[in-house]
C-alpha cells in the first residue's frame, strides 16, 4: 500500500491512473482546480474500490496555493510514496508571431513551474526517507515539434530535461524518476486546446485510433510495479498508426 498523490487528477490521464491505482488498495491525493470533478474521482474509489482518496483542491500555477495544499494533507496520508506530476494542458495552435501571451504563461506556469512547485515541496520528504518514485507526465511533444505547437512543445521539452535532471539529483538518496511519454490520445486535451471547440477537437483524432487515457494508467501502474532496483528512465507509447510526429490516417 502507498501513498500517491496525483496532480490534474478530474480527467483525463489523471483521472485514468487514479482509478487503476485505486484497485491496488493504495491511499490516493487527487489534485485539481474543479472540486465538483474531483469529488466523483473520489466518490468512486471510496465506494467503489478497496483504495481510500481524498481530494485537495487548488491552482497549480499558484506557489502559496500549493504549499498550503500541501501543508493540508492529512498524517495518514503521509509520507508521500509516489508523486505523479500529470498536470498540464496545451491552448491553441497559433504560429509564435500571433500567439496569445496569456495562453503561453498559463502553458509555462502549469506545465513547467506547477510542476516544480509540487516536486520542490514533496521531494524532501522522499530525500529524508531516501525512497520514492517521481513520475512525470510528458509528451512525444518532450522530443518532437510540430506547426502551432511552439510553447507546448517548448514546455514539454522542458519536462524532459527536468526529468534527466531531477534522475541525477536524486540517484545518490535511491529515488526513482521517470517520463511517461504519451502521443495523440483521444481526452478532453484537445477540447482544452480548442477551448471547447469539439469539431475541431474531435478532427485531431480523425482516421486513426488514438491512445485512450486507459492505455497511459497502464503504463503507470506497470512501471510502479517493478522491483525496488529497477527504475524504468522513460517510456514512449504511441498509436500504432503513430510515429513520432507522423500519423498515418485512413483516407
Not at 50 to 55: G, K
Amino acid at each position: 500500500m502507498k501513498n500517491i498523490l496525483i496532480t490534474g487528477a478530474s480527467a483525463g490521464f489523471g483521472k485514468a491512473i487514479a482509478e487503476k491505482l485505486a484497485v491496488k488498495g493504495n491511499r490516493l491525493i487527487v489534485t485539481g482546480r474543479t472540486k465538483s470533478k474531483l469529488d466523483k474521482v473520489t466518490q468512486y474509489i471510496n465506494e467503489q474500490t478497496e483504495a481510500t482518496a481524498i481530494s485537495l483542491v487548488f491552482d497549480i500555477q499558484n506557489l502559496e496555493a500549493c504549499k498550503k495544499a500541501i501543508e493540508s494533507i492529512p498524517p495518514e496520508y503521509q509520507p508521500i510514496d509516489v508523486l505523479i506530476n500529470n498536470a498540464g494542458l496545451a491552448l491553441e495552435t497559433k504560429p509564435i508571431y500571433e500567439g496569445d501571451i496569456v495562453d503561453w504563461e498559463q502553458m509555462i506556469n502549469t506545465n513547467v513551474k506547477g510542476l516544480l512547485y509540487i516536486t520542490r515541496l514533496i521531494s524532501p520528504q522522499m530525500v529524508a526517507r531516501k525512497e520514492g518514485h517521481i513520475i512525470n507526465i510528458g509528451s512525444i511533444s518532450s522530443h518532437e515539434v510540430y506547426p502551432g505547437g511552439n510553447v507546448y512543445c517548448a514546455t514539454k521539452h522542458a519536462v524532459w530535461a527536468l526529468s534527466q535532471g531531477m534522475r541525477l539529483d536524486f540517484l545518490p538518496h535511491g529515488i526513482k524518476v521517470t517520463q511517461v511519454s504519451p502521443g495523440a490520445a483521444e481526452t478532453e486535451f484537445s477540447i482544452v486546446r480548442f477551448k471547447g471547440n469539439t469539431q475541431r477537437a474531435s478532427q485531431v483524432y480523425e482516421g486513426f485510433e488514438p491512445l485512450c487515457a486507459e492505455d497511459v494508467a497502464d503504463t503507470v501502474e506497470y512501471i510502479l510495479s517493478r522491483p525496488k532496483h529497477v527504475c524504468i528512465n522513460e517510456i514512449h507509447l504511441t498509436a500504432t498508426a503513430q510515429y513520432g510526429g507522423i500519423i498515418h490516417r485512413n483516407k
